[in-house]
């Protein structure tokens, strides 16, 4: 016989005995249903899910319990008994079948392709609708990038250039389908041909979905995915995105802060990624610019300042080896956002901003008998802070507006170091790609 499962619950002060069934030993495809019909009555946010697994096995154990029974495991409030015992299977039939009918898959915690990154986070959801093909993302290198959505010029390059190259080597990349950071996450991975997956904060026909849509159909026509655990019908609440940014971590091995003042949605997720024992990464400005102060503080916290995109690759390459690679990460410019069409839609206004101490912006020095240049010279350019010392020398022996990759060769600079090179310019906006495996110097 298992040793059985005790678990106390601090109420009235009595131990309740749980059951001694191991712990998803039950699942299997007739389950689904009860998982479903868990949902229906207590929502989303995976309330007790590990608690309701190790008391009664399954959501089906849950469902074939007595009202008694469910009370007497302390694990539930008045209200949320009352709503169990109300939802039928009919309620969770119904649900399903609107599903069918809209294109929805979903999946729950008793099925096998459920991703075991989420099953191990505190509260699991206990069932997850999407749309696209769900990814193997226990499988896949993984790593989510955020952001606030009254995104900088600055932040929004940071945003797309980080999600091109390390889409193009191998990640894949998970955002929250909003305006702003979210958008230049995405669209980094969609426009260099590359999958990406958008985690909403509302049920697939929710009125707050009307912007973006361009985008998320994208997503999905490049064999993306969207997700969301909140049903078809169900709008969003501000209470939602702690719930959907749970999962934005949790499905990461990685999170990324591209931009984010100090009461932005992006440090939730950051939190959320601390307490799943998940990789957190900041990008920010030496100045003191409101819109970063929350990088900053997550920086001062533990996280990892992205100054080089190898200083992503560098935390995965033993773990991933065989998957990800910053030779392709590098291996072609990226096109420029600005060529993305949204349709109809108007993208976000994107804020244009000079920083006092950008890290990674320059200021330009004109020489005195110079004063006013040719429209077609390069200044002289002095950092305000220093970028690697490779890429600094670099850059100051530029003499062309428009070059490649192979007008940095030399015998001072091998291939390598011009790929690290243009990677990291790139990505801090100090040049751009253009048609014809050519840059241009911003």
Known sequence: MPKAYYHSYERKGRITECSSRRRYRNVGDGEMIYWLWLHC??????????????????????????????????????????RL?????????????????????????????????LRNISKPPYVLFYKGKLPDFDGIPTLSIVGTRKVSDYGYKCAYSLSGRLSQGGFLIVSGGAMGSDTAAHLGALLTGNKTVAVLPCGFNSNYLATNKKLRSDILLLGGCLISEFSPDENVRKSHFHIRNRLISGLSSGVIVTEAPLKSGALITAAHATEQNRDVFVIFTEDDNENFEGCRALFKDGAKQVKLITDVFSEYIYKFNDKISIEMAMAKPLPSYKTYDFGNEKPAEIKKKTYKKAPFILKETVEPENKKTEKNEINKKILTQPLSKNTKMIYNQLDKQIFSCDDLLSSEVNSVMALAAVGELELYGLIEAIPGGRYKLL
């Open 41 to 82: 009555a207590l929502g989303a946010g995976g309330n007790k899910t590990n608690e309701i697994i190790s008391c009664f096995s399954s959501a089906k154990g849950l469902y074939e319990a007595g009202d008694e029974e469910r009370r007497a495991s302390f694990l539930f409030t008045d209200n949320q008994l009352s």
């Open 85 to 117: 015992k109300k939802t039928t299977l009919d309620d969770a039939n119904k649900l399903l079948k609107q599903c069918k009918i809209e294109g929805i898959g979903i999946i729950s915690l008793a099925d096998k392709e459920y991703p075991e990154c």
